[in-house]
């Protein structure tokens, strides 16, 4: 447990990762890490065969953390509105750890995710397990992308965001599929939108790639994600 303490990102200088993507490394991240700037995005990235790490079990190791963030309204032009994402055993859909993604809503706008190079060639599909609830008032929203690496980084606009996560039966884990179209190398990327002016946590696990019907699953009426309440959030990379 120890291990996943402080996992992160320690953030000073926010507007450098406003559209960027930060960097988590796979070695020893326990340490904090700086900010970072855009241009780790130049670094040549190579595509893996096939997705890394997609359950989160080996703490960041393949994804790096991407945000498109509004200015945070009480302090316009100075840094974006205050965002996490972190390793979590407060929830798992597989194993014992899943990610886990604060944004605050205060501009009804934000994405956050998780993304990495992989050839996509031999997959047909895209699952991702993302926590619903039973909730009509829609305040995040899955963003999920498949495709060529945009030079400038992912936009919001790019984002899957068809699957809601408000509205269903019971709340629980429950996963949503895509199609991938594209037939090259490319990156996933997995994540969070919020259109909702307050802040809001959304957790989501098992990202997997398959080249057929990728099985499912779905909340009960009796939710059996709750842990016991002894796991807790141990790993955090801030914004702010
Ligand atoms: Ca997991």
Known sequence: ???????????????????????????????????????????????????????????????????????????????????????????ASDGETSLRVFIDGSQDDGTVWVEQPVDLSQYDYLAVDYQVSTSFNEILQAAVYTGPEPESGLEERQFDRSHSLAGHDAAGWKTFVYDVTHDADGIVAVGFNIVWETGAVGFLDNVRLTNATPTTVSPTTTPTTESSGTRSETSMERTR
Not at 7 to 32: E, F, H, Q, R, V
Not at 56 to 77: A, I, Y
């Open 1 to 91: 447990m120890e291990r996943r303490a402080l996992l992160a990102l320690g953030g000073s200088a926010l507007a450098t990762t406003l559209a960027g993507c930060s960097s988590l490394g796979d070695a020893d991240s326990t340490t904090p890490r700086g900010s970072t700037t855009n241009s780790e995005q130049t670094t040549p990235r190579t595509p893996s065969a096939s997705l890394r790490n997609g359950s989160f079990e080996s703490d960041w190791q393949g994804w790096t953390v991407g945000r498109r963030l509004p200015d945070d309204p009480n302090e316009p032009g100075t840094r974006p509105v205050a965002s996490e994402a972190g390793v979590s055993t407060r929830y």
